[in-house]
Each structure stands twice: as structure tokens, then as C-alpha cells.
């Protein structure tokens, strides 16, 4: 009976964070004006749930994530929608399979990547205040990354297409976009996981849900 009470608690948590991903997915809370660009705030629910309630909750919501971003490439497609949205392929089956990969499985790593960095931060018995940022970066690195990165090698010449310049110049652009985009993504990551997080594992510790009862030293 107690391991049926605390699955379900686990099921209500996860639920609970993938309504927040599909809010912040479909608004404009989703995103932070920053001087130069916007940087998505919608990953940081799947790197807090992650942490609260382990990599299998952290897949859960990265996939609840990635479907967000299919849809939004199909009902509102924009310049490279077509690296995001199986409907939008130009190469047949073969791209309808790469965009799922992009939209779904790379920010079904976003979680799981973060749950086990958080597994392992705990293990080596790291301080909250310096393990919470530590994961929040590297979880959003991990979905600027295998996103910018699986365009580079799975959309070269359409995204070179796309953006009118040579094939050549791929390279150029994903590290640009990595470097304006994707940091900025990582630091604003790291601080909002440290603030919200910090406060969210005592609740859930309370609660008994999650791995909240074995988060790193204080």
C-alpha cells in the first residue's frame, strides 16, 4: 500500500511538471528576452523534474517537451521547422525519422542526462548550492547541443538551403548559434534551477516523493 501511495504521488508529480512544460511551451512565459537574443525557459521543468524525481521522470517530460515542439513546428512552421517536424520533411521516411529524433529523443536526453548527473552529484556527496547549477547548465547544453549538433549531421544541406549560404558554412552557423544562444540558455538554466529547486526538494522531501530524501550534502 505505501509503494502504491508513492507511485502514485510520483505519477501526480510528473503530471503536474508536464502541465507546466505544455504552459510555458505555449506561452510566452516560455521564453527570456535577453539583450541580444531569447532564450527558452521551457527545458527547465524537465531538469527540475528530473532531479526531483529521477531520469525515468526526466524522460517522461523531455518527451512531453519534444511533442510540444512537433506541434508547434507543424501548426506554426517556421525557416527549419523541417528538423523539427515529421509533417514538414522534405526527404521522405528517412526525415520524417531524424525529425522525430530532433523534436522528441534529444530533449528525451535533456532529462535523462540530468537525472543521472544529479544521481552522480549525489553520490559524490556535492553541496546543493553547487550541484543544482552544475546540472541546470549541463541540461540545457545537453538539448543546445544534440539539437544543433543533430541538425549539423542529420540536416546539413537543408539547413545550408534554408539559410541560403553554402554547405560549408553549416558549421559556422550551429556554433554560433551554440555560443549566442545556447550559453546565455545554460547560465539563465543554472540560476533557475538553483533558486526553484532548492525550495522544491524540501517539499518533496516532505512529501516523500522522488529522490528528494537522497539529494547532495547541504
Not at 540536416?155 to 545556447?182: C, D, H, N, P, R
Amino acid at each position: 500500500m505505501k509503494t502504491q501511495k508513492h507511485d502514485t504521488r510520483w505519477m501526480v508529480s510528473v503530471a503536474l511538471m508536464a502541465a507546466i512544460v505544455i504552459v510555458l511551451a505555449n506561452t510566452p512565459l516560455g521564453m527570456i528576452q535577453l539583450p541580444i537574443i531569447k532564450a527558452t525557459t521551457v527545458h527547465i521543468p524537465v531538469i527540475i523534474g528530473a532531479i526531483l524525481l529521477g531520469p525515468l521522470a526526466g524522460a517522461v517530460l523531455g518527451s512531453v517537451f519534444g511533442i510540444c515542439s512537433l506541434i508547434s513546428n507543424t501548426m506554426a512552421p517556421t525557416l527549419l521547422s523541417f528538423a523539427f517536424s515529421p509533417f514538414m520533411s522534405t526527404s521522405g521516411i528517412p526525415g520524417v525519422l531524424k525529425a522525430i529524433w530532433i523534436s522528441i529523443g534529444c530533449r528525451i536526453l535533456i532529462g535523462v542526462a540530468a537525472g543521472w548527473l544529479w544521481i552522480a552529484l549525489k553520490e559524490l556527496k556535492v553541496n546543493q548550492l553547487i550541484a543544482l547549477p552544475i546540472v541546470g547548465f549541463a541540461g540545457s547544453m545537453v538539448n543546445t547541443i544534440s539539437v544543433m549538433g543533430s541538425i549539423y549531421f542529420l540536416f546539413a544541406q537543408q539547413y545550408a538551403e534554408a539559410k541560403e549560404v553554402a554547405v560549408t558554412a553549416v558549421w559556422g552557423l550551429i556554433m554560433g548559434t551554440v555560443t549566442a544562444s545556447g550559453i546565455p540558455e545554460a547560465i539563465a538554466a543554472a540560476i533557475l534551477v538553483l533558486a526553484l529547486g532548492k525550495v522544491l526538494i524540501q517539499s518533496f522531501k516532505r512529501m516523500n516523493v522522488g529522490t528528494s530524501n537522497t539529494q547532495p550534502a547541504k
